[in-house]
Protein backbone atom coordinates (compact mmCIF):
# COMPACT_ATOMS: atom_id res chain seq x y z
CA UNK A 1 0.00 0.00 0.00
CA UNK A 2 1.20 3.30 -0.98
CA UNK A 3 1.75 5.88 2.23
CA UNK A 4 0.06 8.56 -0.03
CA UNK A 5 -3.14 7.54 -1.61
CA UNK A 6 -4.88 9.63 -4.23
CA UNK A 7 -8.13 9.49 -5.12
CA UNK A 8 -9.99 9.51 -8.57
CA UNK A 9 -7.17 8.82 -10.54
CA UNK A 10 -8.90 10.28 -13.23
CA UNK A 11 -11.75 13.35 -13.24
CA UNK A 12 -13.63 14.12 -16.34
CA UNK A 13 -16.36 16.78 -15.47
CA UNK A 14 -18.09 19.83 -17.45
CA UNK A 15 -17.05 23.30 -16.70
CA UNK A 16 -18.47 24.53 -13.64
CA UNK A 17 -18.52 21.27 -11.69
CA UNK A 18 -17.85 21.45 -8.17
CA UNK A 19 -14.75 19.18 -8.16
CA UNK A 20 -13.22 17.46 -4.84
CA UNK A 21 -9.62 15.25 -5.00
CA UNK A 22 -8.47 13.60 -2.07
CA UNK A 23 -5.66 12.61 -0.94
CA UNK A 24 -5.18 9.70 2.51
CA UNK A 25 -1.61 9.31 3.89
CA UNK A 26 -0.60 6.79 6.21
CA UNK A 27 2.67 8.51 7.72
CA UNK A 28 3.32 11.46 10.40
CA UNK A 29 3.32 14.33 8.41
CA UNK A 30 4.86 17.84 9.12
CA UNK A 31 2.94 19.56 6.32
CA UNK A 32 0.68 17.85 3.11
CA UNK A 33 1.08 19.79 -0.02
CA UNK A 34 -1.05 20.17 -3.24
CA UNK A 35 0.67 20.71 -6.67
CA UNK A 36 -0.96 21.33 -9.86
CA UNK A 37 1.14 19.95 -13.01
CA UNK A 38 0.13 21.59 -16.21
CA UNK A 39 -0.16 19.80 -19.41
CA UNK A 40 3.39 21.50 -20.71
CA UNK A 41 4.87 19.82 -17.54
CA UNK A 42 5.10 22.71 -15.53
CA UNK A 43 4.82 22.06 -11.57
CA UNK A 44 3.27 25.22 -9.58
CA UNK A 45 2.91 24.69 -5.82
CA UNK A 46 -1.18 25.37 -4.87
CA UNK A 47 -1.20 24.32 -1.22
CA UNK A 48 1.20 24.16 2.20
CA UNK A 49 -0.83 23.03 4.81
CA UNK A 50 -0.93 21.32 8.40
CA UNK A 51 -4.36 21.96 9.77
CA UNK A 52 -7.66 23.32 8.68
CA UNK A 53 -8.34 25.64 5.65
CA UNK A 54 -6.88 27.43 3.04
CA UNK A 55 -8.19 29.08 0.42
CA UNK A 56 -6.84 30.91 -3.26
CA UNK A 57 -9.21 32.08 -5.57
CA UNK A 58 -11.52 29.42 -6.26
CA UNK A 59 -9.40 26.59 -5.15
CA UNK A 60 -9.79 25.16 -1.27
CA UNK A 61 -7.93 23.26 0.74
CA UNK A 62 -8.68 21.18 3.61
CA UNK A 63 -6.67 18.83 6.02
CA UNK A 64 -7.87 16.71 8.63
CA UNK A 65 -5.11 15.67 10.95
CA UNK A 66 -6.49 12.97 12.98
CA UNK A 67 -8.34 11.32 10.00
CA UNK A 68 -4.84 11.98 8.01
CA UNK A 69 -6.50 12.87 4.98
CA UNK A 70 -6.81 16.03 2.68
CA UNK A 71 -9.29 17.14 -0.21
CA UNK A 72 -8.19 19.94 -2.95
CA UNK A 73 -11.92 21.46 -3.81
CA UNK A 74 -12.28 23.29 -7.28
CA UNK A 75 -15.49 25.79 -7.50
CA UNK A 76 -16.90 26.83 -10.93
CA UNK A 77 -14.68 24.18 -12.77
CA UNK A 78 -12.72 25.90 -15.74
CA UNK A 79 -11.31 24.02 -19.00
CA UNK A 80 -7.89 25.60 -17.86
CA UNK A 81 -8.04 23.90 -14.42
CA UNK A 82 -7.22 20.74 -16.80
CA UNK A 83 -4.39 19.78 -15.19
CA UNK A 84 -2.87 17.00 -13.23
CA UNK A 85 -3.29 17.36 -9.17
CA UNK A 86 -0.78 15.78 -6.91
CA UNK A 87 -0.39 15.76 -2.94
CA UNK A 88 2.48 15.66 -0.98
CA UNK A 89 3.21 14.76 2.56
CA UNK A 90 6.45 16.42 4.68
CA UNK A 91 7.34 13.80 6.96
CA UNK A 92 9.20 14.78 9.95
CA UNK A 93 11.96 13.52 8.54
CA UNK A 94 12.13 16.19 6.19
CA UNK A 95 11.50 13.42 3.17
CA UNK A 96 8.42 13.99 0.80
CA UNK A 97 6.71 11.69 0.04
CA UNK A 98 4.01 11.74 -3.66
CA UNK A 99 0.83 10.82 -4.46
CA UNK A 100 0.51 9.41 -8.12
CA UNK A 101 -1.18 12.75 -8.80
CA UNK A 102 -5.30 12.97 -10.49
CA UNK A 103 -5.73 14.15 -13.83
CA UNK A 104 -8.22 16.30 -14.24
CA UNK A 105 -9.91 17.48 -17.52
CA UNK A 106 -12.62 19.59 -17.27
CA UNK A 107 -14.73 20.10 -20.59
CA UNK A 108 -16.04 22.98 -21.78
CA UNK B 1 12.12 37.56 -12.67
CA UNK B 2 12.27 35.79 -9.28
CA UNK B 3 11.96 31.78 -10.17
CA UNK B 4 13.72 28.58 -10.15
CA UNK B 5 15.61 28.40 -13.07
CA UNK B 6 16.74 25.21 -14.53
CA UNK B 7 18.89 24.06 -17.74
CA UNK B 8 19.00 22.81 -20.19
CA UNK B 9 15.18 22.22 -20.61
CA UNK B 10 15.97 19.41 -23.12
CA UNK B 11 19.10 17.11 -23.03
CA UNK B 12 19.41 13.84 -25.36
CA UNK B 13 22.54 12.19 -25.24
CA UNK B 14 24.40 8.47 -25.43
CA UNK B 15 24.71 6.06 -23.08
CA UNK B 16 27.88 6.12 -21.25
CA UNK B 17 28.43 9.82 -21.12
CA UNK B 18 28.54 12.36 -18.06
CA UNK B 19 26.03 15.31 -17.86
CA UNK B 20 24.98 18.07 -15.49
CA UNK B 21 21.80 19.85 -15.18
CA UNK B 22 22.10 23.33 -13.42
CA UNK B 23 19.50 24.84 -10.90
CA UNK B 24 19.48 28.10 -9.81
CA UNK B 25 17.14 29.91 -7.14
CA UNK B 26 16.67 33.75 -6.42
CA UNK B 27 14.54 33.15 -3.87
CA UNK B 28 16.14 33.89 -1.17
CA UNK B 29 15.43 29.66 -0.27
CA UNK B 30 17.44 27.98 2.30
CA UNK B 31 16.26 24.23 0.59
CA UNK B 32 16.96 23.08 -3.20
CA UNK B 33 15.40 19.71 -4.14
CA UNK B 34 16.28 17.34 -7.16
CA UNK B 35 13.34 15.40 -7.89
CA UNK B 36 12.83 12.71 -10.48
CA UNK B 37 9.46 12.20 -12.42
CA UNK B 38 9.41 8.83 -14.39
CA UNK B 39 7.77 7.61 -17.44
CA UNK B 40 4.52 6.90 -15.43
CA UNK B 41 4.91 10.64 -14.00
CA UNK B 42 5.32 9.47 -10.71
CA UNK B 43 7.44 11.97 -8.87
CA UNK B 44 10.08 11.38 -6.31
CA UNK B 45 12.65 13.02 -4.15
CA UNK B 46 16.49 12.42 -5.28
CA UNK B 47 17.85 14.55 -2.97
CA UNK B 48 18.06 17.89 -0.69
CA UNK B 49 20.34 20.75 0.47
CA UNK B 50 19.72 23.21 3.33
CA UNK B 51 22.27 25.80 3.08
CA UNK B 52 24.62 24.04 0.99
CA UNK B 53 24.56 20.85 3.11
CA UNK B 54 22.98 17.54 2.21
CA UNK B 55 19.56 16.40 4.13
CA UNK B 56 18.50 14.09 2.04
CA UNK B 57 19.42 11.61 -0.03
CA UNK B 58 17.12 8.86 -1.19
CA UNK B 59 18.47 5.80 -2.77
CA UNK B 60 19.42 6.92 -6.10
CA UNK B 61 22.38 5.26 -7.62
CA UNK B 62 25.67 6.88 -6.59
CA UNK B 63 26.10 7.89 -10.43
CA UNK B 64 24.42 11.04 -9.30
CA UNK B 65 26.24 13.65 -7.64
CA UNK B 66 24.60 17.02 -6.43
CA UNK B 67 26.93 19.93 -6.23
CA UNK B 68 25.92 22.73 -4.12
CA UNK B 69 28.42 25.86 -4.42
CA UNK B 70 26.01 28.08 -2.51
CA UNK B 71 22.82 27.84 -1.08
CA UNK B 72 21.25 29.46 -4.30
CA UNK B 73 22.76 26.20 -6.70
CA UNK B 74 22.57 22.97 -6.88
CA UNK B 75 23.19 21.18 -9.58
CA UNK B 76 23.18 17.07 -10.54
CA UNK B 77 26.07 15.77 -12.25
CA UNK B 78 25.16 11.81 -13.90
CA UNK B 79 27.81 10.00 -14.63
CA UNK B 80 27.76 6.55 -17.07
CA UNK B 81 24.59 7.63 -17.82
CA UNK B 82 22.00 4.88 -18.87
CA UNK B 83 18.83 4.02 -20.69
CA UNK B 84 16.84 3.98 -17.58
CA UNK B 85 18.19 7.74 -16.24
CA UNK B 86 15.33 8.70 -19.34
CA UNK B 87 13.11 10.88 -17.10
CA UNK B 88 12.34 14.66 -16.48
CA UNK B 89 14.05 15.57 -13.42
CA UNK B 90 12.51 18.67 -11.41
CA UNK B 91 14.58 21.32 -9.39
CA UNK B 92 12.75 23.31 -6.53
CA UNK B 93 13.38 25.32 -3.67
CA UNK B 94 11.58 26.50 -0.52
CA UNK B 95 11.96 28.20 2.48
CA UNK B 96 12.09 25.84 5.89
CA UNK B 97 10.24 26.46 8.68
CA UNK B 98 8.25 28.88 6.37
CA UNK B 99 4.07 28.56 5.67
CA UNK B 100 5.19 28.46 1.93
CA UNK B 101 5.21 25.77 -0.45
CA UNK B 102 7.57 24.73 -3.15
CA UNK B 103 9.16 26.74 -6.27
CA UNK B 104 9.47 24.28 -9.14
CA UNK B 105 12.12 24.65 -12.06
CA UNK B 106 10.38 24.28 -15.39
CA UNK B 107 11.61 20.49 -15.34
CA UNK B 108 14.54 18.56 -17.43
CA UNK B 109 13.70 16.36 -19.71
CA UNK B 110 16.61 13.82 -19.96
CA UNK B 111 16.80 11.18 -23.25
CA UNK B 112 19.25 8.53 -23.00
CA UNK B 113 19.91 6.91 -26.54
Known amino acids: KNEVEQSPQNLTAQEGEFITINCSYSVGISALHWLQQHPGGGIVSLFMLSSGKKKHGRLIATINIQEKHSSLHITASHPRDSAVYICAVGGRDDKIIFGKGTRLHILP | DTAVSQTPKYLVTQMGNDKSIKCEQN?????MYWYKQDSKKFLKIMFS???????INETVPNRFSPKSPDKAHLNLHINSLELGDSAVYFC????????????FGSGTRLTVV
Open chain 2, 49 to 55: YNNKELI
Open chain 2, 92 to 103: ASSQMLSNYGYT
Open chain 2, 27 to 31: LGHDT
